[in-house]
């Protein structure tokens, strides 16, 4: 079963523009991670929130965590055409398991 | 560091053979983990190991194997394979954050793209 779904499934926009991509997961969790992946290749951590954060900075990118409402979203600002990927949020089980669960993911398209 | 590395890059098996996928990380890991990755359906857990001699079945584990006997080396042995095993295969490792049953930032490896007729 999947524990965290991304939406939307798609997004294009104009470089420049922010790009704001959701998480939603079913039972509660330690952390929640964002990745990224370029077409055929390997996945690339971006942040993990902890259960206890609500909010995250790095860089361009801003992850918050609502766990009343079991959601997260990734904010990428002044998008790049270099951010074209799909994204995907990943969520454990709280004090469960070692299991760590993928959506499907976002892909994100940016035109220069 | 290599990081995570994986071995071989391409595969073609025919059904019924098996077949070895390799995969090592010289971070000193304790957690690491298999994922297969099909078109629309994200990543799925295959098998997870927290450390030498321990590993657990994730999502998808019917027709694999894996074993944990250092530290570095995860291998996944696919014993029969079949047309349904084709897919992208992901090897990943990470630290065990400490005080909770929970991982931490995962390090992939570049895949192993298998392809069985």
């Known amino acids: 079963s999947q524990q965290g779904e991304e939406d939307p499934q798609a997004l294009s926009i104009q470089e420049g523009e922010n790009a704001t991509m959701n998480c939603s997961y079913k039972t509660s969790i330690n952390n929640l991670q964002w990745y990224r992946q370029n077409s055929g290749r390997g996945l690339v951590h971006l942040i993990l929130i902890r259960s206890n954060e609500r909010e995250k900075h790095s860089g361009r990118l801003r992850v918050t965590l609502d766990t009343s409402k079991k959601s997260s979203s990734l904010l990428i600002t002044a998008s790049r055409a270099a951010d074209t990927a799909s994204y995907f949020c990943a969520t454990d089980v709280g004090g469960s398991n070692y299991k760590l669960t993928f959506g499907k993911g976002t892909l994100l398209t940016v035109n220069p | 560091n290599a990081g995570v590395t994986q071995t071989p890059k391409f595969q073609v098996l025919k059904t019924g053979q098996s077949m070895t996928l390799q995969c090592a990380q010289d971070m000193n890991h304790e957690y690491m983990s298999w994922y297969r990755q099909d078109p629309g359906m994200g990543l799925r857990l295959i098998h997870y190991?927290?450390?030498?001699?321990?590993?657990d079945q994730g999502e998808v584990p019917n027709g694999y194997n894996v074993s944990r006997s250092t530290t570095e080396d995860f291998p996944l042995r696919l014993l029969s394979a079949a047309p349904s095993q084709t897919s992208v295969y992901f090897c990943a490792s990470s630290y065990l954050h400490p005080g909770t049953v929970s991982t931490d930032t995962q390090y992939f490896g570049p895949g192993t793209r298998l392809t069985v007729l």
């Open positions: 190991s927290v450390g030498a001699g321990i590993t």
